[in-house]
């Protein structure tokens, strides 16, 4: 671990990420550009959050499989929005065990092409119906700027795939994993995200209607952080995803498609970190728990050594926990390390703690010795239980206060300029692809969502002044 200090988030947020993934070991450049090594530490996040989505989608329903990453090209062609929203990004492999192959194959920027020409396989009735599948999974995207976590040539996510009888229900499904992800940001990631419909223009190729997490980041720059898609019958047209209904009359499927990537990792990054590196919210951290114990002499090792193994035995039986007993750095460089990877409490154990039979525990999202309490080792689990939901709530609040006071509804255009170079616009939008591509123009800010939850009435457009009846987020994003 190097020790030098880490860049400010207020100077240079984009190196302090930058530095932040590296030196917490969440991941590493592979050799190939524009992909990443994620390491075993932000592997274990990883695992959290799908362990966390997992239990969520198998709550409602779903099911999990897998489906193959090579995809032959005439299946993309088969949905032409889809192919062209696509293509720019497209990996193609034309030669196969020597040979050129007689159709090139792409391998999966996600599978709604694959997937829909199985499900025209399978579904022969309404009694097959609906078909609530995910797949977890990497997908290749050939990006041109890219950065860790947020945007690689190659990522990991899972990809929910349905099939349903009528419209209503795959509208239903749509809005359901939309709230699954919502539900899951606040409540595992203590991340205040905005669930919201895109905007024609930035809707997935190919869908019906687009739906959105939206989360701002430390830096005020938006981040899409998990999407639900609308797909009407569109891949069902493509790939004849036909059914027999009650009345034996053949109807076509309506089809969904939803997901969530190790880009979400991040979201948590840039959300809760600050200038000491991490901070992990605790229903996600791969270690909940850090044990760190503090002597001078053999004598001291061995009575402090002694308490620190208890406890990890007490303590590991409800949350994820870790004894750093390395003997070759010092406990400040400890404390430094795990600040630095964002483990949300952290145990000091030295001879005067064991003489007296307390704890001393540092909270991570509490700075210096405000973050400092002594505990009484009794009802222990339930303590630290304690402790870690009232970090969640806290990291959330102040990630809320954050997005809350960086929302502005500006007067007039002008004042949309100025708003969304250091925070979010809130403001009416008559919905023309015209006055969406001048913002963009102007300003490098994009429509993020359409907010479900809408204020009501009507205004006027903030760009061109017409009627408006919906108000729509417009900010800079990653």
């Known amino acids: 671990m ?91 492999v034309t030669v196969g065990g020597g040979e050129t192959l007689e159709e090139p194959l792409v391998v999966r920027p996600t599978s709604e092409t694959i997937i829909g020409y199985m499900y025209s396989k399978w579904i022969r009735s309404y009694r097959d119906l609906p078909v609530l599948i995910n797949q977890w999974g990497n997908v290749v995207r050939w990006e041109m700027r890219t950065r ?67 989360a701002m980041m430390g830096d005020t720059r938006a981040l899409q952080s998990g999407t639900s898609h609308f797909l009407g019958q569109n891949f069902a047209r493509a790939f004849d995803i036909q059914y027999l209904d009650r009345n034996n009359q053949l109807q076509y499927c ?92 952290r145990i000091e154990i030295g001879p005067k703690d064991v003489e007296k039979g307390v ?32 970090i969640h709530h806290a990291l959330l609040k102040r990630a809320t206060q954050f997005r809350d006071e960086h929302i502005f509804d500006p007067k007039d255009y002008e004042e949309l300029k100025e708003v969304v170079q250091h925070g979010w616009a809130f403001s009416w939008w008559c919905g023309s692809a015209e006055c969406e591509a001048k913002v963009k123009e102007d300003t490098k800010a994009t429509t993020r969502c359409i907010p479900l939850e809408q204020p009501g009435g009507e205004g006027r457009c903030i760009v061109c002044g017409q009627r408006a009846t919906q108000k729509v987020y417009f900010a800079r994003a990653y």
Request: aromatic share 10%; with cysteine; net charge negative.
């Open 254 to 345: 309506w089809t969904t498609s939803w997901g969530l990537s190790t880009r979400f990792i991040g979201a948590i990054i840039m959300t809760h970190g600050d200038d000491q590196g991490l901070i992990l919210p605790p229903r996600l951290a791969p270690i909940q728990i850090v044990i760190v114990p503090i002597y001078r002499s053999e004598a001291e090792q061995s009575q402090v050594m002694a308490v620190a193994t208890q406890l990890h035995k007490q303590l590991s039986t409800r949350f994820r926990v870790k004894v750093d007993d390395r003997s070759e750095v010092t406990p400040g460089f400890k404390f430094n390390d795990w600040e630095l990877r964002g483990v949300p409490l």
């Open 2 to 92: 190097s020790t030098e200090k880490l860049p400010a988030r207020s100077e240079n947020f984009s190196e302090w990420y930058n530095q932040v993934v590296l030196r917490a070991e969440l991941a590493d450049y592979a050799p190939v550009r524009g992909c990443m090594v994620i390491r075993p530490y932000g592997w274990a996040l990883w695992e959290n959050i799908q362990q966390a989505l997992d239990r969520r989608f198998k709550e409602t329903g779903h099911v999990n499989a897998a489906f193959p990453l090579f995809i032959p090209m005439s299946f993309l062609e088969k949905e032409k929005e889809h192919v062209e929203g696509f293509s720019p990004e497209l990996a193609v």
């Open 148 to 214: 860790l976590f947020l945007r690689t040539l190659e990522f990991y996510w899972q990809e929910g795939h349905t099939a349903h009888a009528t419209e209503e229900e795959a509208l239903e499904e749509t809005l359901r994993m939309l709230n699954v992800y919502t539900d899951f940001a606040y409540n595992e990631a203590a991340i205040p995200v905005i669930p919201g419909r895109k905007s024609e223009t930035e809707k997935f190729a190919g869908a019906v209607q687009s739906y959105t997490i939206e």
């Open 359 to 390: 704890l001393t525990v540092a909270r991570r999202d509490i700075p210096g010795k405000a973050g400092k309490i002594t505990i009484h080792p009794n009802n222990l689990e339930a303590q630290f239980a304690q402790l870690l939901d009232d």
